[in-house]
């Protein structure tokens, strides 16, 4: 049974960092390709970033040069490193594979 837990959103200023985390279940993060996504509330989920079986990595425009998404095969988790955050990129982050997706975690940034 596939499943994915994300945990790390939070509030932050302007500038600040957050670390996500999902844990995963069911698929091996290794042998995989793994997204995150986010979505705000009354749009679509956009894409953020992905990383492919082979540890390719790849992200939308907007956050290029900020985020970074990783994995740990011991663990089976992946994770997205967030810096230099913007109000912009306040939205519910979700982890994802083979078409299944996690519960969502908040990440606000606001003064």
């Known amino acids: 049974q596939v499943q994915l837990v994300e945990s790390g959103g939070g509030l932050v200023q302007p500038g600040g960092s957050l670390r996500l985390s999902c844990a995963v279940s069911?698929?091996?993060?290794?042998?995989?390709?793994m997204y995150w996504y986010r979505q705000v509330l009354g749009k679509e989920r956009e894409w953020v970033a992905l990383i492919t079986s082979g540890g390719s990595t790849s992200y939308t425009d907007s956050v290029k040069g900020r985020f970074t998404i990783s994995r740990d095969a011991a663990k089976n988790t992946i994770s997205l490193q967030m810096d230099s955050l913007r109000p912009e990129d306040t939205a519910v982050y979700y982890c994802g594979a083979r078409g299944r997706w996690g519960q969502g975690t908040q990440v606000s940034v606001s003064t």
């Open positions: 069911g698929i091996i993060v290794s042998s995989d390709t």
